[in-house]
């Protein structure tokens, strides 16, 4: 018995898929304006009071995105230059690229 348990390469993997497969979406939420200035609606219909700060919760939504997504990066840059390439065309460039993409530009053999 060691100190440490053994590694579940099969479960790392899933959980590496789980959160690369959120880079756009974390993208998409730091590059939203930090705070939405909006007018406020004046009406006369009753309204139910609101419970907690959305300006605050849109905030901390925004700096724990922007938190994954540097250490998104922080990972990928710390991997050889074939692995983050992989990575990075499968997960984090706009366009969403597949191994039968690569295939096709590559005059039908694989790169």
Not at 35 to 50: A, E, G, L, R, V
Request: net charge positive; aromatic share 6%; hydrophobic share 35%.
């Amino acid at each position: 018995m060691g100190l440490l348990r053994d590694v579940d390469f099969n479960q790392t993997r899933e959980n590496a898929k789980d959160t690369l497969a959120n880079y756009r979406r974390l993208q998409r939420i730091t590059g939203r304006s930090k705070i939405d200035i909006k007018s406020p609606i004046i009406t006369d219909m009753p309204k139910s009071p609101s419970h907690g700060n959305k300006t605050e919760d849109a905030l901390l939504q925004h700096i724990n995105a922007e938190g994954e997504l540097n250490a998104i990066v922080a990972g990928l840059m710390s991997l050889p230059l074939t692995s983050r390439a992989v990575l990075y065309y499968s997960f984090c460039d706009k366009e969403r690229y597949s191994t039968t993409l690569f295939v096709i530009k590559s005059g039908g053999r694989m790169i």
